[in-house]
């Protein structure tokens, strides 16, 4: 008898958003490697192939459908069409997100509010409910809602952002009571700074990097990569009863500012 967590998912099916590049395709491409069918939703389409074409280059099973989680019925037809492809759906990885503004929060105008919350919040909604019927159907399942420490601290112009990354952090609680007698788990994971296309405005100048970097313990951002390792936990049977849970992933941001 092996003593080993099972970190396998060969015969599971799993939704990641967001996933044309960053975070999402990272964690996409590990859950192929584990032995995952995997389906990707984005925005666009063409992004979206080459993932799933470079997946499938490594032997991995892959479906590529353009998805705006803004849009109900294209989030219906992301859960039917991994249905239709692999069978059923056994995880969820919510990671789509959107920040059209920058500066402080008063400034913010509703259009701006109305975009982040729908994505970045009723999108991750949209997404656990058409998924967990679908895991039902299966004896259960795991969500995985990417939310951030900007979720847990406030963050020097990203307000709105931070308020709709703290609903997340409720959501996830939320559904982790309600969803564990249907044997769905459901956690979030809370990054700091990653070294995405999302997060450029912050690596590409110099100045700003420092800045940023003064507050962050290992004085680096993390490569998507770092992440998928908690992702990866939180999808298999090593996390059978893990729930409810949020992992920060932020080389000590969190803590050092606990202690200043």
Request: proline share 3%.
């Amino acid at each position: 008898m092996s003593h080993l967590p099972n970190f396998d998912l060969t015969g599971k099916v799993a939704i990641i958003t967001g996933a044309s590049r960053g975070i999402g395709e990272s964690i996409a491409r590990t859950y192929a490697a584990a032995g995952a069918a995997v389906v990707l939703g984005s925005r666009k389409q063409g992004a979206l192939d080459g993932v799933a074409t470079a997946i499938r280059a490594e032997g991995g099973q892959a479906l590529a459908l353009a998805t705006h989680t803004g849009d109900s019925e294209a989030v219906q037809a992301l859960v039917q069409a991994a249905s239709d492809e692999f069978g059923g759906v056994d995880i969820l990885v919510n990671n789509a997100a959107t920040n059209p503004h920058f500066g402080p929060i008063l400034t913010a105008e509703e259009s701006h509010w109305a975009k982040i919350l729908d994505v970045n919040v009723v999108g991750y909604f949209r997404m656990a409910k058409a998924a967990a019927a679908a895991m039902e159907k299966r004896g259960g399942g795991a969500i995985i809602n990417l939310a951030s420490i900007a979720g847990k601290r406030p963050q020097p112009g990203m307000g709105v952002y931070c308020v709709s990354k703290a609903a997340v952090l409720m959501l996830t609680e939320v559904l982790a009571a309600e969803l564990a007698a249907l044997n769905i788990r459901v956690n979030a994971i809370a990054p700091g700074f990653v070294k995405t296309a999302f997060s450029s405005a912050i690596w590409q100048n110099p100045q700003l990097y420092e800045s940023v970097m003064r507050i962050v313990p290992q004085q680096r951002m993390a490569n998507p990569e770092e992440l998928t390792g908690i992702a990866l936990y939180l999808a298999s049977d090593a996390s059978s009863f893990t729930t409810g849970a949020t992992f920060l992933i932020d080389g000590g941001q969190y803590v050092d500012a606990g202690m200043g």
